[in-house]
């Protein structure tokens, strides 16, 4: 009776009779364990989790993404409130630079930990050696001004930056070790560190300055920083030895660190002539061969990787994954 009476339909019998299965098919076809609808619904199944995959891959690029150029401006904002602000604009401060970029590298390793929950592609050995390095150059710059710039940033900005990194290398050494020790590849991580810190030391003993006038520290210093230049070894042994592939935020790692040696190296450049020693041979200052040759070596050790760091950053952006040569590495 919910319908009006010009509506309504007579009774016709024909309606409720259930229409006849096509030969050859059985009530078990609509079944969802018949083969035929199991494979059907396998197919589905497998094209959202690739559709469902892709798309997660797609944002995970995307955060990593943004993570990245909010490092990159955090940092930028930071270099220059120290360079104008802090420095004065001294070109002492160039070295000060160079360090804050060294932090950021390390932040950006953290942050490829952080966001793929995984030490794939991270040298253990290399961060070692990073920490120690640093552990080496603060033993002078804390209480001693001969390797410091000239400037404000050298009074408590250098050596907060370098106690910033030092944290956060430790942190992300023993995040590999424990956290993530089940996705470490200590096997491809076998590169020896122990005669890279001895030799390190034995050459900076004999080649040291004199700025500190202080023997031991001044050795340390040197040690810091020819251990400092040979430490992206383990790293480039481990990329080599994994098929030359570079996760993005270790390709960003390498890279920083590469920028802040030039900057340091730099630096070293135009103060040549202020480096003192205790000269082994009359007349032959042999500090300053050593400092600036270090700096040039990290550099070459890195020639191949950069160049293949700058064609996947023009043709992938920041993100980029890519893979370097094995002939062409360590």
């Not at 944290?167 to 020790?181: K, M, P, Q, S, Y």
């Not at 890279?196 to 210093?221: E, G, Q």
């Not at 042999?286 to 700058?310: E, K, M, Q, R, S």
Request: hydrophobic letters at 50%.
């Amino acid at each position: 009776f919910w319908l009006k009476p010009s509506a309504q339909v007579a009774y016709d019998p024909t309606l409720y009779i259930t229409p006849r299965r096509p030969p050859g098919r059985s009530r078990l076809a609509n079944s969802p364990t018949h083969p035929a609808n199991r494979t059907a619904m396998a197919s589905t199944c497998a094209a959202f989790s690739t559709a469902h995959g892709t798309a997660a891959a797609k944002k995970g690029g995307e955060g990593v993404r943004n993570g990245v150029l909010a490092a990159y401006a955090l940092f930028a904002g930071l270099a220059f409130t120290v360079y104008h602000f802090v420095a004065d604009g001294a070109f002492s401060a160039v070295i000060t630079m160079g360090v804050i970029l060294q932090c950021l590298a390390m932040l950006l390793l953290c942050l490829q930990t952080l966001s793929s929950n995984s030490a794939s592609g991270i040298s253990a050995r290399s961060l070692g050696l990073e920490a120690l390095a640093l552990c080496c150059r603060l033993s002078s710059t804390t209480w001693l001004n001969g390797y410091l710039p000239m400037d404000a940033s050298g009074d408590w900005v250098f050596q907060a930056v370098d106690v910033c990194t030092l944290v956060l290398a430790i942190g992300l050494l023993l995040r590999v070790l424990t956290t993530h020790r089940a996705t470490y590849n200590r096997q491809a991580d076998s590169l020896p560190c122990a005669p890279i810190a001895v030799a390190s030391f034995a050459l900076a003993a004999m080649l040291h300055a004199d700025m500190n006038r202080r023997p031991f520290f001044d050795t340390l210093w040197m040690t810091g920083l020819f251990v400092g230049v040979l430490a992206v070894v383990p790293q480039l042994w481990l990329i080599s030895r994994t098929g030359g592939r570079v996760q993005p935020l270790t390709s960003h790692f390498v890279a920083l660190m590469a920028v802040s040696r030039a900057l340091s190296g730099v630096f070293m450049w135009y103060a040549r002539h202020d480096i003192a020693c205790r000269e082994w041979v009359k007349g032959v200052n042999h500090a300053v061969p050593a400092i600036l040759g270090a700096h040039l070596i990290h550099l070459v050790l890195l020639g191949d990787f950069a160049y293949y760091y700058a064609k996947g950053l023009a043709t992938s952006g920041l993100a980029a994954t890519f893979a370097v040569s094995n002939s062409e590495m360590v």
